[in-house]
């Protein structure tokens, strides 16, 4: 009887040790996307001004960002995610940065744009919001306020809703 109240709670040990292991993994990926957010967040303002000011810039410094993301090594929540996320991003980047018209940089910010929000409605960036467009069927990440439609730009640029990150209210969506 003894042996076995060892054996429980030395796994129960264990299991909170990998525990804080795998939060600090998942930590230190969501502080090393931080840099990388905020050149993400200068294409979506520039995208959503019918402009392309920067975007390529931004393209450039996403994708070298991307590829010095730290591995997600333990296994946490969502982590099967996390691991793709780095080639994802680098290669929408990529596909970003190339963009010769308003339109294909559109398209190309959409692709980029999966992966981020998907990480964005996990780690709940501060300050960010992940938003929808029906119309477009894209999700983005932006600054918390009002909705600024990238892919429509200011022909639609409320076009949207938020559906994830610092905004969110499920409650209230389902009304």
């Known amino acids: 009887m003894c042996s076995h109240a060892i054996i429980a709670s030395s796994l129960s040990l264990l299991f909170a040790i990998s525990q804080a292991y795998a939060s600090e993994s998942a930590n230190a990926f969501d502080k090393a996307m931080a840099p990388l957010l905020t050149h993400y967040l200068s294409a979506?303002?520039?995208?959503?001004d019918d402009s392309q000011a920067g975007v390529k810039n931004a393209a450039k410094a996403i994708k070298k960002l991307a590829t010095?993301?730290?591995?997600?090594?333990?296994?946490v929540q969502h982590s099967e995610h996390h691991r793709g996320l780095p080639a994802r991003i680098a290669g929408a980047a990529d596909a970003l940065g190339k963009a010769a018209t308003l339109k294909e940089?559109?398209?190309?910010?959409?692709?980029?744009?999966?992966p981020l929000a998907m990480w964005g409605t996990?780690?709940?960036?501060?300050?960010?919001?992940?938003?929808f467009c029906s119309m477009a069927k894209g999700s983005w990440l932006q600054?918390?306020?009002?909705?600024?439609?990238?892919y429509y730009g200011k022909s639609m640029l409320r076009c949207g809703v938020v559906v994830g990150g610092v905004n969110h209210r499920p409650e209230a969506a389902a009304r």
């Open 105 to 114: 940089a559109r398209a190309a910010f959409k692709d980029l744009s999966r």
């Open 68 to 75: 010095q993301l730290p591995a997600v090594s333990t296994v």
């Open 122 to 131: 996990m780690a709940r960036p501060s300050s960010t919001d992940v938003a």
């Open 44 to 48: 979506h303002e520039a995208l959503s």
């Open 143 to 150: 600054k918390e306020g009002p909705i600024r439609n990238p």
